[in-house]
């Protein structure tokens, strides 16, 4: 009966005071739960703590593994932490649980765009989580003083950080496209799981992706994964050539492109068959 | 006009599932469905400024409705105009001026106090400063809650926290409101106070309102006209008076009695509804009420005698099981 759908409405843009009062609600909610906060920072902290010591043990009485010197290799293990809170860090976890209660509802009734929304919310979000990051390795570098390779050159520290800011818009529409199963299926716990498990792996968040055997580093390169941890941080640590450099930012941004027509016909279908539900 | 909905269906479309994991595990490979009816070809049209109530027993269509009215909804059939938009585009225009509360559904934000929806309401509707002071000002005073303004959601009464919900809904002074079961959960009084506000809301803004209630006194007391909806289908749409002399084929003729009597002489009359010495009341056809009152006080030793109309509900009741004799389950 209506063959045009404005996709627009839900996906577009809004005034800067709206995106303000988000921030300002989302910080203010993560507030009320202090200690859930907390302890969710410790439990980043440990694994930061777990795969460093495991590393630095293999490290041992050698130099080099794996192509990687002692100063590399730990420099990428405490980057994964600060990298993580920029593109791991977000709030739609809940979306699938939404829109399977029927609360994605009050969201459809306002002229508001709801991946906006998100997005904004998961900006306040990660921002927090950054400051935090920042700290803990911070606090941990001042007490161990490990040996680090800091990077020099200004030109790819910023690099570093685009392509860690493509890296958390391509997390957020993977998240938002596993969220949006909830107009399907009821379960949407167990495919975000499974998901998070396979991403985890295939991101590099606990090792870098080139000290795999060559068949898995192949898998690794053609999901969009690869961009989220692994990308951003072989960039700091200034092993890639300008070239590889600029063909991972070109790919990078080519998933984003992907993932955000699929969000937009993903989100219309699901829109035509959801049913508002809650009662 | 402010609403025109012709020949709206809607069929949901759910996935079958029996009980029991082995089933479970084959529902995965093997998915049925089932089409539900939820709205069957259903036309009204609404004036801007009326206020509207939907009577009908739970699973009726009713939130069905709204829900397609609101845009939430794909309909599966038919044409919604609301304000001159199709409500399912969601249009920036037609959702400014629009607003939906659901009883059993809340938009507050549970962990901060209600003023922070307000004030996220205020962004999102582009309401100016003057005006959303003056608006809030407005309708904290008439729901009498200025002073839990600044208290955590999940702290208020359930009570308080539906005002709440109606502020956040009508902050932006929507020209269209739909309200499913605002009174719902809640004790007479609250209920009263509610019923209330959104009269007084009616007159003051000549917002159009379409209300759901189960609580016969809501639409009673609010609505000026009925739509009477059962099976996805309309029963009946007009005036309550007109319901009820269209339906009501019975009144109730109610008599005190001075001294005992034998009570089979009361069915020459009508049908004995109740006895309860000295009280009697018999149900009466509409058109012989006056001329069986006044044989009645002619011929038996009458103290008080009342004609009173039949209980809305019963009424109501009547048009339902009336309507479910018809074979017409699709």
């Known amino acids: 009966m209506h063959p045009v759908v404005d996709h627009k409405q839900g996906m577009s843009g809004q005034n800067p005071k709206l995106y303000l009062q988000i921030f300002k609600n989302t910080w203010s909610e993560i507030m009320t739960y202090r200690v859930n906060f907390l302890f969710w920072r410790i439990r980043m902290v440990m694994q930061m703590l777990v795969v460093y010591f495991l590393w630095n043990a293999f490290y041992a009485n050698r130099t080099a593994l794996f192509g990687y010197s002692r100063e590399m290799m730990l420099t990428y293990v405490l980057l994964i932490s600060i990298v993580r809170t920029i593109v791991l860090s977000t709030t739609t976890v809940d979306i699938g649980n939404k829109i399977n209660q029927g609360d994605l509802s009050n969201y459809l009734v306002k002229p508001i765009c709801f991946v906006c929304f998100y997005f904004s919310r998961d900006m306040a979000d990660k921002l927090l989580n950054l400051i935090c990051g920042i700290f803990e390795v911070g606090i941990f570098i001042l007490i161990l003083n490990p040996p680090l390779a800091f990077q020099p050159d200004l030109f790819v520290t910023s690099t570093f950080l685009v392509a860690a800011g493509i890296g958390a818009v391509l997390y957020f529409y993977f998240s938002l496209l596993i969220g949006f199963i909830g107009f399907w299926s009821t379960e949407v716990w167990a495919p975000r799981f499974l998901s998070l498990t396979i991403m985890e792996f295939f991101a590099g968040t606990l090792f870098p992706l080139d000290i795999l055997p060559q068949s898995l580093y192949t898998i690794s390169q053609v999901l969009p994964f690869h961009y989220f941890i692994y990308f951003p941080i072989k960039v700091y640590l200034g092993q890639l050539t300008q070239t590889e450099i600029l063909a991972g930012l070109t790919v990078s941004v080519g998933w984003v492109i992907l993932l955000l027509l699929l969000t937009r016909y993903i989100w219309s279908k699901g829109l035509k068959i959801y049913q508002a539900e809650g009662k | ?330």
């Open chain 2, 1 to 330: 006009m402010s609403i025109s909905v012709a020949h709206l269906s809607k069929i949901y479309r759910i996935h079958k599932k029996a009980p029991g994991l082995l089933n479970s595990i084959s529902s995965l490979f093997l998915r049925q469905y089932e089409s539900i009816p939820a709205v069957k070809d259903i036309s009204f049209t609404v004036q801007s400024g009326e206020l509207i109530g939907f009577i009908g027993p739970n699973g009726a269509g009713k939130t069905t409705t709204l829900k397609c009215l609101s845009g939430l909804l794909y309909p599966t059939h038919g044409d919604i105009k609301v304000l001159g938009f199709n409500p399912f585009d969601r249009n920036k225009k037609f959702l400014q001026q629009i607003a939906l509360v659901m009883g059993q559904k809340n938009q507050l934000w549970w962990d901060l106090p209600p003023m922070e929806t307000f004030l996220l309401n205020k962004e999102i509707y582009e309401i100016d400063d003057l005006q959303f002071k003056k608006t809030l000002a407005q309708l904290t005073d008439l729901l009498d809650v200025s002073k839990l303004l600044s208290i955590q959601v999940r702290k208020l009464s359930l009570g308080e926290r539906m005002k709440m919900e109606l502020i956040a809904a009508l902050i932006h002074s929507p020209k269209v409101l739909f309200l499913d079961e605002p009174t719902i959960g809640l004790d007479v009084v609250m209920q009263k106070k509610v019923r209330d506000f959104i009269g007084d809301y009616n007159k003051l803004h000549q917002s159009t309102i379409l209300l759901t209630s189960h609580y016969m006194e809501d639409v009673r007391q609010l609505a000026q006209r009925v739509l009477v909806i059962d099976r996805g289908q309309i029963l009946y749409d007009g005036t309550l008076t007109n319901l009820v002399n269209k339906y009501a084929k019975y009144k109730t003729i109610s008599i005190v009695l001075d001294e005992h009597v034998d009570v089979q002489l009361f069915r020459q009359y009508g049908q004995i509804d109740s006895i309860d010495y000295p009280k009697v009341t018999i149900k009466v056809a509409r058109g012989q009420t006056k001329a069986t009152a006044s044989a009645l006080l002619q011929s038996l030793p009458i103290n008080d005698l009342n004609i009173e109309e039949p209980d809305i509900e019963d009424i109501i009741r009547d048009v339902f099981s009336s309507s479910q004799q018809k074979p017409s389950r699709g």
